[in-house]
C-alpha cells in the first residue's frame, strides 16, 4: 500500500499503519497530480503526460489491517485505486475520488511533490 499523506511515519494518523512493514521510501511515477483536499489531507490524480513524481512510503499491509482500520479512516473524498511507482510496479494507493459532488475545495500542490512538504508551507 502506497501512502503519500497523514498515514506515513511520522504523521497524524500513521497509527492505522498498525505493524505493517516499512517495504521502501519511493514516489510515484511523474503522470499524477498532487492535491491539499481542504487543507486537511492530500489526493492523488492520475493526469498521464504532464504529472509529477509524488513522495511517498509503500507498506507490506494485510487485507485484515487494510480492510478493517486503514480504509475505514479515510476521507469520503478518496477511494481504492492501483497507482504506478517510480520503478513501473504497481501499488494499491488511495486515490482523489473521480465521481464526488461533495469533495471539498482542492489545491494543487503539485510543485511540492510531498504532503511533508506542503505541511511545512503553512
Known amino acids: 500500500m502506497f501512502l503519500n499523506g497523514t498515514a506515513m511515519s511520522g504523521q497524524a494518523d500513521h497509527h492505522l499503519v498498525g505493524s505493517a512493514e516499512l517495504v521502501a521510501k519511493t514516489t510515484t511515477a511523474p503522470r499524477y497530480r498532487f492535491h491539499a483536499v481542504d487543507g486537511s489531507y492530500p489526493a492523488l490524480e492520475d493526469v498521464g503526460a504532464g504529472g509529477a513524481a509524488i513522495v511517498g512510503e509503500v507498506y507490506e ?62
Do not use: F, N
Request: aromatic share 4%; charged share 25%; hydrophobic share 40%.
Open 61 to 122: 499491509m494485510g487485507y485484515e489491517q487494510l480492510r478493517e482500520v486503514l480504509l475505514p479512516g479515510e476521507p469520503a473524498g478518496l477511494e481504492l485505486g492501483v497507482i504506478e511507482l517510480a520503478d513501473g510496479s504497481g501499488s494499491l494507493a488511495m486515490i482523489l475520488r473521480v465521481e464526488y459532488p461533495a469533495l471539498p475545495p482542492l489545491t494543487d500542490i503539485s510543485e511540492l511533490a510531498s504532503w511533508r512538504s506542503h505541511q511545512d508551507t503553512k
